[in-house]
């Protein structure tokens, strides 16, 4: 589903890996000090299990998210195959990363000899080199213990922490962190007009966040405007019901802290959480 520029999405999954690094490496910044003694937000696990099931709605019209880990289809967006919890691409260099990680912790599994094929087609829309078994292959690894949690790592690692980390900064609530998330999933981590980082730095140049003293449903409201807009400027006919009936809807709620009970609708179907 990651529509930036193969460029832009290679480069920021490289400096979120630099920073991961820096943080992990007992070389805390002060930013992660105070992400640190913040509440836990998104990040807390029935507030996690929630995300991951509202995402869910909108890539694979389920909140089972747990059924997602074998999904694999082309989905005709120009990405090549999208699989997977968070609909990594062979087209935008994070499926290749996973299964390069992967195969550095359990060398020999099933998806480890499509690696060369899977570094010609990146950045591509191609199958070559993975038809016809490669959607069959992902299916039975994503069978394995192993490859779910390999799957779970890559969404925190490139996804789900970058996200929750930058709208705790810029002072946003649960609501606002999983607006970053899903926005960070669909639009991938690329620094142009259409990535999550050109989105987010759009809106911090026309709206201050609440770490700047801006009102934070005024700063999220313009975050999903500039979102939607950047969606529709890909396709006019595109479907922005994830923005329009289950986001937008939770905003205007004044559901900042992304409370249950929830309901919103994603394509044309209702989904509640109770």
Not at 99 to 125: F, I, K, M, S, W
Not at 126 to 150: Q, V
Not at 158 to 174: E, H, M, Q, S
Not at 197 to 214: A, M, Y
Request: charged fraction near 25%.
């Amino acid at each position: 589903m990651k529509r930036a520029g193969h460029l832009f999405i290679t480069l920021a999954l490289l400096l979120i890996t630099a920073t991961v690094h820096l943080t992990t490496s007992g070389h805390a910044t002060a930013d992660d000090e105070r992400v640190a003694g913040m509440p836990a937000g998104l990040a807390a696990p029935a507030e996690k299990e929630l995300a991951q099931q509202i995402v869910a709605s909108a890539e694979n019209s389920t909140l089972d998210w747990h059924e997602a880990y074998g999904y694999i289809e082309d989905i005709g967006d120009g990405q090549g195959y999208t699989a997977g919890v968070v609909g990594f691409c062979t087209g935008t260099h994070d499926l290749l990363t996973l299964v390069e990680r992967y195969t550095r912790a359990h060398p020999g599994n099933g998806l480890a000899r499509y690696l060369p094929a899977l570094r010609e087609v990146d950045g591509t829309d191609s199958h070559e080199g993975l038809d016809p078994n490669f959607t069959a292959a992902w299916r039975h690894e994503a069978g394995l213990a192993a490859f779910r949690r390999a799957q779970d790592s890559e969404r925190d690692r490139v996804y789900f922490g970058p996200a929750v980390r930058l709208a705790k900064l810029d002072g946003l609530g649960t609501l606002g962190q999983f607006l970053y998330y899903d926005a960070l999933v669909m639009h991938g981590p690329g620094t142009g007009g259409h990535g999550f980082h050109g989105l987010r730095e759009h809106t911090l140049r026309e709206t201050d966040p609440p770490s700047g003293g801006g009102d934070e449903k005024t700063y999220l409201g313009r975050f999903l405007d500039i979102r939607r807009a950047a969606m529709k400027s890909e396709d006019p006919d595109r479907d922005t019901t994830r923005v329009d009936t289950a986001q937008r809807r939770f905003l205007d709620e004044g559901n900042l802290g992304l409370r249950t009970p929830l309901e919103w609708k994603v394509y044309g179907e209702t989904y509640r959480v109770p």
